[in-house]
T-cell receptor, first 113, second 116 residues
Framework: EADIYQTPRYLVIGTGKKITLECSQT?????MYWYQQDPGMELHLIHY???????EKGDLSSESTVSRIRTEHFPLTLESARPSHTSQYLC????????????FGNGTRLTVT | AQKVTQAQTEISVVEKEDVTLDCVYE???????LFWYKQPPSGELVFLIR??????QNEISGRYSWNFQKSTSSFNFTITASQVVDSAVYFC?????????????FGKGTLLTVNP
């Protein structure tokens, strides 16, 4: 059973606010990922990290930023939230075994009003 | 670039019907992995199966079965005797490995609704 946690589960916030979405895993996985999911279902990779102090932008350009100071923690920050940021954000991690499946957290459903 | 196509955006069936979800992929890699994930209304992504490019054997797990055909670049998923609890979005995905780095490319998903 994968142990990857995302908080908050739901967040409603006003335009212009700064927010941080938390993601933590207790499995010691090096590789972690953030996906943004449209209301229309499609998943887009927005950030990933292959280890501490390593972060890369994903396939979809995002105004969010991430950090990886500790192996188990991969927070995502939006400096100034906008309605266009309304989406579900899914965090995932993977161990070092070749082509293991991604383990996903439960997601954060963000609504910016 | 890798690509995964799930041509069926939505499927609606009546309980106990069999249903097949299609997945077609594109890759230049000779070694790759394919996955299916289930996303129920609660939102989490649940891993269902992984298949590597060298193993074309079909797999059955209870009411679920998967048909991998390399010749047509397809990895289809069949649910036999569907149940209401099978209602979810199903994603097919393809792995890309660049050295020690690793990314998963997802299809756009198929929303399956099983009606009682």
């Amino acid at each position: 059973e994968a142990d990857i946690y995302q908080t908050p589960r739901y967040l409603v916030i006003g335009t212009g606010k700064k927010i941080t979405l938390e993601c933590s895993q207790t499995m010691g996985h090096d590789k972690m990922y953030w996906y943004q999911q449209d209301p229309g279902m499609e998943l887009h990779l927005i950030h990933y990290s292959y280890g501490v102090n390593s972060t890369e932008k994903g396939d979809l350009s995002s105004e969010s930023t991430v950090s990886r100071i500790r192996t188990e923690h991969f927070p995502l920050t939006l400096e100034s939230a906008r309605p266009s940021h309304t989406s579900q954000y899914l965090c995932a991690s993977i161990d070092s075994i070749y082509n293991s499946p991604l383990h996903f957290g439960n997601g954060t459903r963000l609504t910016v009003t | 670039a890798q690509k995964v196509t799930q041509a069926q955006t939505e499927i609606s069936v009546v309980e106990k019907e069999d249903v097949t979800l299609d997945c077609v992929y594109e890759t230049r890699d000779t070694t790759y992995y394919l996955f299916w994930y289930k996303q129920p209304p609660s939102g989490e992504l649940v891993f269902l199966i992984r298949r590597n490019s060298f193993d074309e054997q079909n797999e059955i797990s209870g009411r679920y079965s998967w048909n991998f055909q390399k010749s047509t670049s397809s990895f289809n998923f069949t649910i036999t005797a569907s149940q209401v609890v099978d209602s979810a979005v199903y994603f097919c995905a393809l792995s890309e490995t660049l050295g020690s780095n690793y990314k998963l490319t997802f299809g756009k998903g198929t929303l399956l609704t099983v009606n009682p």
